[in-house]
């Protein structure tokens, strides 16, 4: 199926440190979500964007709408232990249609 | 219930044989998505019904997948004569219309042996 690309794979950090990730695409997005993912767990939502260029914040999150509206990345700051977990990126690709395809996924470890 | 409820959350099958896998969305929510979660991968999209609509099929991987939503609430997931590759975790979200916010079950793990 199709699928979003997101760098880095994975990622083992330093508690207190930051963390940037990026997600790309071959299509255009209308809308850009990042999601996180624990143990056992579904996907819980971060993070919405709706337009290019948009800049959001989410506490120590922070995720940016890519002005090609191919890509978004996602920032954390000061990272602590509870921020492990698999982080998602997902785009509507066709505005109004509410179909999300997924990201590939970033696994975040934070080492205390 | 509260939240987005899958069942069951494990399942070991033979292959070859066929399985169910239910989703009770949240009271209300009109879109029902499942995907699929492979080891070490992303979210696959299978499926997605939205009210009355006709569902959106083209991530079923093959005509042994197919699903249903009964009543416009819960839903099933039937994987027929099931594979070794069909292992995986099978997630079931739901979401009020016009809304971009999905809440996802726990999952059901597939083991096909």
């Known amino acids: 199926g199709q699928q979003l690309n997101q760098s880095p794979q994975s990622m083992f950090i330093q508690e207190g440190e930051d963390v940037s990730m990026n997600c790309t695409s071959s299509s255009i997005f209308n809308t850009w979500l990042w999601y996180k993912q624990e143990p056992g767990e579904g996907p819980v939502l971060l993070i919405a964007?709706?337009?290019?260029?948009e800049l959001t914040s989410n506490g120590r999150l922070t995720a940016q709408f890519g002005i090609t509206r191919k890509d978004s990345f996602l920032n954390i700051s000061a990272s602590i232990p509870s921020d492990v977990g698999i982080y998602f990126c997902a785009g509507e690709i066709t505005s109004g249609t509410y179909k999300y395809i997924f990201g590939t996924g970033t696994r975040l470890k934070v080492l205390a | 219930g509260a939240g987005v409820s899958q069942s069951p959350s494990n399942k070991v099958t033979e292959k070859g044989k066929d399985v169910e896998l239910r989703c009770d969305p949240i009271s209300g929510h009109t879109a029902l998505y499942w995907y699929r979660q492979s080891l070490g991968q992303g979210l696959e999209f299978l499926i997605y019904f939205q009210g009355n609509s006709a569902p959106d099929k083209s991530g079923l991987p093959s005509d042994r997948f197919s699903a249903e939503r009964t009543g416009g609430s819960v839903s099933t997931l039937t994987i027929q004569r099931t594979q070794q590759e069909d292992s995986a975790v099978y997630l079931c979200a739901s979401s009020l219309l016009g809304l971009e916010k999905l809440f996802f079950g726990s999952g059901t793990q597939l083991s096909v042996l």
């Open positions: 964007l709706y337009k290019a260029g």
